[in-house]
T-cell receptor, first 110, second 114 residues
Framework: GIQVEQSPPDLILQEGANSTLRCNFSDSVNNLQWFHQNPWGQLINLFYIPSGTKQNGRLSATTVATERYSLLYISSSQTTDSGVYFCAGGYGGATNKLIFGTGTLLAVQP | ETGVTQTPRHLVMGMTNKKSLKCEQHLGHNAMYWYKQSAKKPLELMFVYSLEERVENNSVPSRFSPECPNSSHLFLHLHTLQPEDSALYLC?????????????FGPGTRLTVT
């Protein structure tokens, strides 16, 4: 099955700093998502990005499918960006099973 | 995100109790999922229902019993659980597609087994 590796595991930033989170996949995927998990456990969809580049406000993501990795960029970080960021990938199809990475714990300090 | 709702949000149960978790999606999707998130572990898929038929079961113990009566509702029936079953249980939904299919998650039920 797919193996998903995320880096770094932990990240501490000062407010206003930029950061890049990385996700590597052991195999090609048809479904790739980035999530932010808030302190209450809710997984918030950030990007659905099997390939290409997308931007949403201060966040953007790029997936290079041929090289099996995806990057999440956070610019001008705010304290509300704190939490755990997960990437997940899957083959889609009848089961549409998502395999999650272990996450990046981000703490943005004022 | 109110597209996928879960109840209850918190549940404490003894090892001999029987309880059920409920998930409802309002997104017009036709596939639903149960995931388990234990402390310090990645989310693990437990069950997948597509068009109300179970299509995946990742060798989950029989003390967890899913039910999908229609494409909008998903239940997880719990009985004789163990303390190690304490975790955050997340429901998700998506369109059933041959390729891809963005999943949307509910807020989760935090379960404690005493």
């Amino acid at each position: 099955g797919i193996q998903v590796e995320q880096s770094p595991p932990d990240l501490i930033l000062q407010e206003g700093a930029n950061s890049t989170l990385r996700c590597n996949f052991s195999d090609s995927v048809n479904n790739l998502q980035w999530f932010h998990q808030n302190p209450w456990g809710q997984l918030i969809n950030l990007f659905y990005i099997p390939s290409g580049t997308k931007q949403n406000g201060r966040l953007s993501a790029t997936t290079v499918a041929t090289e099996r990795y995806s990057l999440l960029y956070i610019s001008s970080s705010q304290t509300t960006d704190s939490g755990v960021y997960f990437c997940a990938g899957g083959y889609g199809g009848a089961t549409n099973k998502l395999i999650f990475g272990t996450g990046t714990l981000l703490a943005v300090q004022p | 995100e109110t597209g996928v709702t879960q109840t209850p949000r918190h549940l404490v149960m003894g090892m001999t109790n029987k309880k059920s978790l409920k998930c409802e999606q309002h997104l017009g999707h036709n596939a639903m999922y149960w995931y388990k998130q234990s402390a310090k572990k990645p989310l693990e898929l437990m069950f997948v229902y597509s068009l109300e038929e179970r299509v995946e079961n990742n060798s989950v113990p029989s003390r967890f019993s899913p039910e999908c009566p229609n494409s909008s509702h998903l239940f997880l029936h719990l009985h004789t659980l163990q303390p190690e079953d304490s975790a955050l249980y997340l429901c998700a939904s998506s369109h059933r597609m041959t390729v891809g299919g963005e999943q949307y998650f509910g807020p989760g039920t935090r379960l404690t087994v005493t």
